[in-house]
């Protein structure tokens, strides 16, 4: 399955929620690019320079490893991909390697959420540093103990390209980019609308619902 959808829109939430519910592995392209920037690889260097600045990193470098990731997992493992793919090239790609493997993608859900929403949501957000999940904080009433991630324990940081000249960079890129796979999946009846309005439990709600699972 895809979990498409803005920055801000709960993808990471979500996909994490489905992961546990649906024991699917979870491909988040993002996070990959930040487990390389941690361990300082060349990919994760070279990936940065894109991110903080908010823009999309090069097809050449953001479709190897993604697919590395994808077709190293067995056949018979589900996967939900998250963050990828964001253009009609990388949606494409993935069709044609996938199609080599007798593998496809059934689902494709996109979580639906307004501008203003999405950027008072990136403006609170934060991560943990060891496994990423996303928490969302109240910048002027925190204490220490919110600082701490609620799954692990590990130390909450802002994103460099939640900052809102990224933002509003990354929204202009989806809007530009990104939305028209919408169109490529609509066409071949793939698409799943969720409202990403809802609290966090409401749209995983309807995401298991769309997808007939409850
Ligand atoms: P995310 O965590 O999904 O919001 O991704 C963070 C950043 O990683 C994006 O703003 C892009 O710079 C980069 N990125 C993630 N996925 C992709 C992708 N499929 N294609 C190009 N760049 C990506």
């Known amino acids: ?11 990471g939430t979500q996909a994490q929620l489905l992961r546990d519910r649906l024991n ?8 990959l690019f930040r487990q390389n920037l941690n361990n300082n690889t060349p990919l994760g260097l070279k990936a940065a320079e894109y991110m903080k600045q908010g823009h999309l ?15 190293s997992l067995n056949s ?15 949606a494409e ?17 996109h979580i639906d959420v307004c501008q203003e929403e999405l950027i008072r949501r990136l403006a609170g957000r934060f991560n943990c540093r060891d496994c990423q999940a996303p928490h969302s904080i109240d910048k002027v009433a925190f204490s220490q103990e919110d600082l701490k ?28 980019e990104t939305l028209p796979v919408l169109d490529y999946y609509r066409e071949k009846d793939l698409l799943l609308d969720v409202s990403g309005l809802d609290t966090v439990e409401k749209v995983n709600k309807d995401v298991l619902a769309g997808l007939g699972v409850i």
């Open 1 to 11: 399955m895809v979990l498409f959808g803005p920055p801000g829109a709960g993808k």
């Open 24 to 31: 699917l592995a979870h491909v988040s392209s993002g996070d």
């Open 57 to 71: 990193v090069p097809d050449e470098v953001t479709i190897d490893i993604v697919l590395d990731k994808v077709l």
């Open 76 to 90: 018979e493992e589900g996967f939900i991909l998250d963050g990828f793919p964001r253009n009609r090239y990388q």
């Open 93 to 109: 790609v993935l069709e044609k390697a996938l199609a080599q493997r007798s593998r496809g993608i059934d689902k494709v859900v």
């Open 149 to 176: 991630c609620g799954q692990c324990g590990g130390e909450l940081y802002q994103r460099e390209d939640d900052r809102p000249e990224a933002v509003q960079r990354r929204i202009e890129v989806y809007q530009r």
